[in-house]
C-alpha cells in the first residue's frame, strides 16, 4: 500500500457525511484508515475540532482497536501470522524476532519507511505454518534463521 | 413520589437498613458504616467496576456482582464478607500484586524493615513500598493489609515502563499503577480536561495523553486532580514526594487571582507542605488551577526566604536587629516630607495590609502618595475595568447562564476553575462563544471561536454592540471596516445568539487588557453588555485588586472608595484618625510616580521592576524574597506570606474571604501591618496601636460597609462601589497601527500576570517556569517555515521603536502575519500590536 498524501479536502469530504456527535468517532475513524491506509496526528487534530472531543481521547479509541494504525504504511509490508496453527509452531517468537531486527512494535513503520509490521490472524495456509507474508510473497515454514536472509531481498 | 418509594429496606450482613433508593450497594454500606474494599471506586467519580474489590453476595443474583455499580433494590440481601467472597477478593488483589512492585507487602520483615530502612528511599525505580512516596498513604496497601494477603501465588510481572518525570509539578511511574481509570475520570468527568486516556488494551493497556506526549503539549492545566484521587504511587507530586503525610489542615484563601479559590494547606510541624483544593460551592467547588495546587507550597516554603532585617552599607549587606531597623526607617521617614515619600504595593495583600498602607502614608507621612501596581497593569483602562467592576455578577451566574460570552480569557492554568464551570454549563446544553486572538483552551470546545485580526477589537465589539442595540435602524450587515466580510456575517449570528436569550454573562479575561486599545475595548464591553442586559464578570489577575479599592490604597481614593478630593471625607478621616491628613493636591499622584521626579523615601511593600517606579534617594523594601540583585534596597525587611498571617481578601466578585495562619513566619520575619505599625510608633503617630490584624479588620468596619466579622465574613458577591476616579495616562499611541511591505508582521504582547508581591511565580516555582514562559515569541507555523525559521531559533524581531531576540515557537493555530510575545512586568516594547519584521539571528 502506498502512502497517500495527507488532503484536508479528503477530510472535510468525509466529515461532511456525518454530524458533530461522539458516536461517529469510530466510523470516521474506519474512513479516515480507509482513504488513507492510518490515522495521521493531523487527520486526530481534525478529527477533534469537528467532534469536539479531546485528541488524548481519541487516541485512547483508536488505540484501543488493533484495526488502527498511526503511521503510514512502509514500503513493504510484513504480515506475521498469528493464527492458532502459526501460533502453536511458534509464529509469537517469529513476530518478536522480527520487532527486534526492525526495533519497532506491530503497526508501527521502520523509520526509514522501509517496512510496516502487522499481525494477523490465518493467512490459510495453515498446513505450511509458520507464516509471514511480505507484500505478495508467502514465507512458509519459516525460521528466525532466515528471517534477515529474506528481510534483505527488500529494499 | 410516596415516601416509601424514596426509601427501599436491604439488609447487609444481617443488618436490616433503611437506605435512599438509587443508592449503589456500596454507598448504602459506606453510610452504615459498613467495610467493604474499594479500589477503583471513589464518591466524587462515576462507578467504573474495573477492580473487582468490592464483589458482595446477593440472594438470587448470580455470581458475585460489584457492589459499587449495583442499585440497591427492595428486599435485597447482601452478604460482604462471606467465606467465598473473601477468597475471590484475595485472588483479585493478588492478580493486581503480581504487576505491582509488591515485596513489601508480602515480605515477612515488613514490619522490621520500616524500623531500618529510614533513608534509602530516593531510588530511581520503586521496588517496594519503603522506597515509595504513597507509603503510608496508600489505599492499595490498605486493602492488602485488611484482606491480609500474605503470599502472590502468580508470577510477578514488572513491566519496565519508563518512569515520566519530564512533565512539571508530578511524575508518573505506571509500574505502580493498578489501572483503576480514577485519574481518568477525574480528568474527564470533573475537570473535562481530557488529558488522559486508557491507551492499547489487555496487558499493554497504559494511561496517558495521545502518543507519547507529555502532559504540558497534551493540554494538562496541572490542577492536579489526578493525582489527588491515585489511589497508588503511581502519580506523585514532585515537591512533597516525601514529606508523607500531614498532620494537621488549615483551610485558606488562594492570593494568586481574583478567583478567590478556598484552598486547604497541608501542615507537617510548622511547614506548609501541600495544599488541596477545599469544598467551597459558591466558588471553586473542589477544584483548584495550577496555581493554587502546585505553586503555593514552593512560593512560600523556598530556602530562600528572607528571615532578617538587612541594610545595605557601602556595598555590603550588614544584618541588622528589628530595633535598628525599625529606628533607621523611622529617622529616615521622619526626615521626608509628604511630598518627596512614595509607597508602592501589589494588591495582593490582605485588606488589613492595605488598609494599614495607606493609613500609614496618611498619617505617619502626611501624603496621599500610596499606589498600587495594578496601575501599570491596566493602565489607560484601568477606569473603564473598574467601571465593569461596578456591573460585576457573581460567579454562580455561570450556573444559570445560557450563553456565556468570553472575552480575552484563556483558562488553561490561571483560573481553570472558571474553565471548569464553562464546560459543566456545556455539557447542560449553554454556548460558549470566545473572542480570542489566538489558540487558547476554548478554543475546541467553543461553540463559536471569533479570532480577530489584532487591531481589529474595536471596530468588531463596536459592530457587536451595533448588531445588538434594541433600536437598530439601517442594514442588517455590519458595515465595520477591516473586519472582514465572513466574520461580519459571523458577528450577525452571535449578536442573535446573544439576543436570543436573557441569560447571558460576560466574562472578560487578560488577553486584551495591555492592548492599546483596551479603554475602547472595555468600553464596547460595557455597552454590549448594556444592549443585550447581560451581566458581567471580570476576572482580575490580582487577588485582592477589589480589596485595594476599598481600602484606599491609591492616591485619588480613601478607605470605602471615597474621592480623596471630597473635602468632607477628608474632614471625617481627620477626625478619625485624630491626625493632619492633606487635602490632595492638584499635582496628581500619576504624576508624582511618573514624572521622574527623585523622591527622598521611597517604600516598596513586594518586588516592583525598576522602570516602574520613581528614582528615590533611599530605598525600603518589604518583601518575603531578597529583591533582586540583593542590594536593590537600602533597608530590607523580611515579612509573612499568606500562610503565615490572619487577615482578607476581596475576590473579583467582591466577596470577602478569610486568609488564616497555618505556620510561623520564618526567621524573624512579621507581618506586613505589624511592621508598619512599628515603624509608625516609632515615628511618634497616633493610631496604629494594634496587636491583631482582627483589630485592624474592626476598624475597617467602621470606615467601610461589608466589614466586621472577621471569622465569618459576611459581604457575599457585591459589585463594585467606588466614588472616585483613577487619573490615567492616555497611552502612546492611539489608533491602530497596520503592518505594511516594511514591517509585515503584527506583533501583540501580553503580560506574566502570575505574580504573587510583584515577583513573576516562575523566579521562586521551578514548575511555573515551564508553564508560563515569558520571551518566546510565537509564529504561524507557515511563517516561520518561509521566513526559513524553525522551533526554538532564535528571531531577531525590529521594528521603528527596538530590536529584540527572542527564541521561536511554531504554532499552527498563530493567525499568518501576526506575532505574539509574553513579557515581564516592566518590559515594553512601545505599541501594542506593533508593527515589526522578523529575521533568523545569524549563528
Ligand atoms: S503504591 Fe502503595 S502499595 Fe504500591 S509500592 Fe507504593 S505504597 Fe506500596
Ligand atoms: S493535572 Fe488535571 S488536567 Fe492534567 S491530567 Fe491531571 S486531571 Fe487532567
Ligand atoms: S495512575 Fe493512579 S489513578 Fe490512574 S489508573 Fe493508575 S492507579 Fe488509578
Ligand atoms: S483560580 Fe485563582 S484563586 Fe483559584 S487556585 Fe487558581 S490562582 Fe488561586
Ligand atoms: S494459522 Fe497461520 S496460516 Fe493459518
Ligand atoms: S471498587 Fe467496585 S469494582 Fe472497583
Same mark, same amino acid.
Given at each position: ?24 468517532? /469510530?466510523?470516521?475513524? #474506519? ?118 536472509? /529474506? ?5 | ?13 444481617? #443488618? ?8 449503589? @450497594? ?7 458504616? @459498613? ?73 515477612? &520483615? ?139 489542615? &488549615? ?39 495550577? *496555581? ?54 501589589? +494588591? ?9 498602607? #495607606? ?39 455561570? #450556573? ?20 471548569? &464551570? ?27 471561536? @471569533? ?44 449578536? *442573535? ?40 464578570? +471580570? ?31 477628608? $474632614?471625617?478621616?481627620?477626625? *478619625?484618625?485624630?491626625?493632619? @491628613? ?44 531578597? +529583591? ?32 488564616? *495562619? ?18 509608625? %510608633?516609632?515615628?511618634? $503617630? ?27 465574613? $459576611?459581604? %457575599? ?56 514562559? +515569558? ?18 531559533? &532564535? ?45 533568523? %539571528?545569524?549563528?
Amino acid at each position: 500500500m502506498k502512502e497517500r498524501s495527507v488532503t484536508n479536502k479528503d477530510l472535510i469530504h468525509i466529515f461532511s457525511g456525518f454530524k458533530s456527535e461522539e458516536g461517529n468517532l /469510530i466510523p470516521i475513524l #474506519q474512513r479516515v484508515q480507509e482513504k488513507r491506509g492510518y490515522i495521521s496526528e493531523e487527520a486526530i487534530k481534525r478529527i477533534s475540532r469537528f467532534l469536539k472531543i479531546s485528541e488524548n481521547q481519541i487516541f485512547g479509541v483508536a488505540s484501543f482497536y488493533s484495526q488502527f494504525r498511526f503511521d503510514a504504511p512502509g514500503r513493504n509490508s510484513i504480515k506475521v501470522c498469528l493464527g492458532t496453527a502459526c501460533h502453536v509452531r511458534g509464529g509469537q517468537i517469529l513476530c518478536e524476532a522480527v520487532e527486534r531486527e526492525l526495533d519497532i512494535s506491530p503497526g508501527q513503520t521502520t523509520k526509514d519507511k522501509r517496512f510496516d509490521l502487522e499481525r494477523v490472524a490465518c493467512l490459510g495456509c495453515c498446513a505450511l505454518a509458520p507464516v509471514i507474508q511480505i507484500n505478495d510473497d508467502i514465507y512458509s515454514r519459516m525460521t528466525v534463521i532466515r528471517l534477515k536472509e /529474506i528481510l534483505d531481498k527488500y529494499e | 413520589m410516596s415516601k416509601q418509594n424514596e426509601k427501599v429496606t436491604i439488609n447487609i450482613d444481617n #443488618q436490616v437498613l433503611e437506605v435512599k433508593r438509587g443508592l449503589t @450497594i456500596l454507598q448504602a454500606a459506606e453510610r452504615n458504616n @459498613i467495610y467493604i474494599p474499594t479500589l477503583c471506586a471513589h464518591q466524587d467519580l462515576t462507578p467504573f467496576g474495573g477492580c473487582r474489590m468490592c464483589i458482595v453476595e446477593v440472594e438470587g443474583m448470580r455470581g458475585f456482582p460489584t457492589a459499587c455499580t449495583t442499585p440497591v433494590e427492595e428486599g435485597m440481601v447482601i452478604r460482604t464478607h462471606t467465606a467465598q467472597v473473601q477468597a475471590e477478593r484475595k485472588e483479585i488483589l493478588q492478580l493486581i500484586l503480581s504487576e505491582h512492585t509488591s515485596s513489601c507487602l508480602i515480605c515477612d &520483615e515488613k514490619d522490621e524493615c520500616k524500623e531500618y530502612m529510614g533513608t534509602i528511599r530516593k531510588a530511581g525505580v520503586i521496588t517496594g513500598c519503603r522506597y515509595c512516596p504513597n507509603d503510608g498513604q496508600c489505599e492499595l496497601q490498605e486493602v492488602v493489609e485488611r484482606l491480609e494477603v500474605k503470599e502472590i501465588d502468580y508470577p510477578v510481572y514488572y513491566r519496565h515502563l519508563r518512569v515520566e518525570k519530564d512533565d512539571p509539578f508530578y511524575d508518573r511511574d505506571y509500574n505502580l499503577c493498578i489501572l483503576c481509570g480514577r485519574c481518568i475520570r477525574m480528568c474527564q468527568e470533573i475537570r473535562t480536561a481530557n488529558t488522559l486516556a486508557f491507551k492499547q488494551r489487555g496487558r499493554y493497556t497504559v494511561i496517558g495523553p495521545a502518543y507519547d506526549r507529555t502532559h504540558l503539549e497534551a493540554g494538562c492545566e496541572f490542577c492536579g486532580a489526578c493525582v489527588s484521587v491515585c489511589p497508588t504511587g503511581a502519580l506523585s507530586e514532585k515537591v512533597r514526594k516525601w514529606d508523607g503525610k500531614a498532620d494537621r489542615e &488549615e483551610i485558606t484563601t488562594c492570593p494568586l487571582c481574583g478567583v478567590g479559590c478556598q484552598i486547604s494547606l497541608q501542615v507537617k510541624g510548622e511547614e506548609v507542605i501541600g495544599s488541596l483544593p477545599a469544598e467551597d460551592p459558591m466558588v471553586n467547588n473542589g477544584q483548584l488551577c495550577v *496555581k493554587g495546587r502546585f505553586c503555593v507550597t514552593e512560593l512560600v516554603g523556598n530556602y530562600q526566604r528572607l528571615r532578617r532585617p538587612y541594610k545595605v552599607q557601602n556595598g555590603t549587606k550588614v544584618d541588622i536587629f528589628w530595633e535598628e531597623a525599625i529606628e533607621l526607617a523611622a529617622e529616615k521617614l521622619s526626615a521626608c516630607s509628604g511630598e518627596d515619600f512614595g509607597m508602592l504595593i501589589p +494588591p495582593n495583600f490582605c485588606n488589613e495590609d492595605l488598609y494599614l498602607a #495607606q493609613k500609614f502614608a496618611r498619617v505617619a507621612l502626611g501624603s496621599h502618595n500610596i499606589d498600587t501596581t495594578a496601575r501599570s497593569f491596566y493602565e489607560s483602562g484601568f477606569n473603564t475595568y473598574l467601571d465593569l467592576m461596578r456591573m460585576g455578577a457573581p460567579l454562580s451566574d455561570l #450556573q444559570e447562564a445560557s450563553v456565556i460570552l468570553c472575552i480575552g480569557l484563556d483558562t488553561r492554568f490561571g483560573r481553570s476553575v472558571v474553565g471548569v &464551570e464553562l464546560r459543566k454549563a456545556i455539557a447542560r446544553g449553554a454556548k460558549i462563544i470566545s473572542i480570542h486572538p489566538r489558540h487558547h483552551s476554548l478554543s475546541v470546545i467553543a461553540d463559536k471561536w @471569533i479570532q480577530p485580526v489584532p487591531g481589529t477589537e474595536v471596530s468588531l465589539l463596536h459592530s457587536l454592540v451595533r448588531l445588538t442595540e434594541k433600536k437598530r435602524t439601517g442594514t442588517t450587515r455590519s458595515k465595520s471596516k477591516g473586519i472582514g466580510e465572513s466574520l461580519g456575517d459571523e458577528l450577525a449570528t452571535v449578536a *442573535k445568539t446573544l439576543k436570543g436569550t436573557s441569560a447571558v454573562v460576560i466574562l472578560v479575561g487578560s488577553e486584551f487588557l495591555p492592548y492599546d486599545q483596551s479603554p475602547q475595548i472595555l468600553e464596547a464591553i460595557e455597552r454590549l453588555a448594556r444592549n443585550i442586559g447581560a451581566g458581567v464578570l +471580570p476576572l482580575p489577575a490580582q487577588s485582592n485588586l477589589f480589596g485595594s479599592i476599598l481600602m484606599g490604597a491609591y492616591p485619588e481614593l480613601l478607605p470605602g472608595g471615597f474621592s480623596s478630593t471630597d473635602k468632607k471625607r477628608i $474632614a471625617g478621616l481627620r477626625k *478619625k484618625w485624630n491626625a493632619d @491628613i492633606p487635602h490632595l493636591s492638584s499635582r496628581s499622584n500619576k504624576e508624582i510616580f511618573s514624572s521622574g521626579k527623585r523622591l527622598k523615601m521611597l517604600y516598596l511593600m513586594g518586588e516592583v521592576p525598576p522602570n516602574l517606579r520613581p528614582p528615590s534617594e533611599f530605598l525600603i523594601v518589604q518583601n518575603i524574597y531578597p +529583591p533582586v540583585p540583593w542590594d536593590g534596597g537600602d533597608l530590607v525587611l523580611p515579612s509573612a506570606a499568606f500562610t503565615e498571617v490572619d487577615g482578607t481578601f476581596i475576590n473579583g466578585e467582591g466577596r470577602i474571604q478569610r486568609v488564616r *495562619k497555618a505556620v510561623d513566619p520564618p526567621g524573624e520575619a512579621l507581618p506586613d501591618w505589624e511592621i508598619l505599625c512599628r515603624i509608625a %510608633k516609632k515615628m511618634g $503617630a497616633k493610631g496604629f496601636d494594634f496587636s491583631s490584624a482582627r483589630e485592624i479588620h474592626e476598624e475597617i468596619s467602621s470606615l467601610v460597609k461589608g466589614f466586621g466579622d472577621f471569622d465569618n465574613p $459576611a459581604r %457575599k458577591a457585591t459589585s463594585l462601589t467606588c466614588e472616585g476616579e483613577l487619573t490615567v495616562s492616555q497611552r502612546r499611541s492611539s489608533g491602530t497601527k497596520k503592518a505594511d511591505k516594511k514591517l509585515p508582521f503584527l506583533l501583540t504582547t501580553s503580560m506574566v500576570e502570575h505574580t504573587y508581591r510583584g515577583f513573576p511565580l516562575s523566579t521562586w516555582v521551578e514548575g511555573a517556569s515551564a508553564l508560563f514562559a +515569558p520571551g518566546v515569541v510565537d509564529i504561524n507555523s507557515e511563517d516561520a517555515k518561509k521566513a526559513g525559521i524553525s522551533e526554538r531559533d &532564535e528571531v531577531v524581531v525590529t521594528s521603528s521603536h527596538f530590536e529584540k531576540t527572542w527564541p521561536a515557537r511554531m504554532v499552527s493555530e498563530q493567525p499568518k502575519g501576526t506575532l505574539h510575545v509574553t513579557l515581564l512586568r516592566g518590559e515594553s516594547v512601545g505599541p501594542n500590536p506593533h508593527p515589526v519584521k522578523i529575521r533568523k %539571528k545569524n549563528v
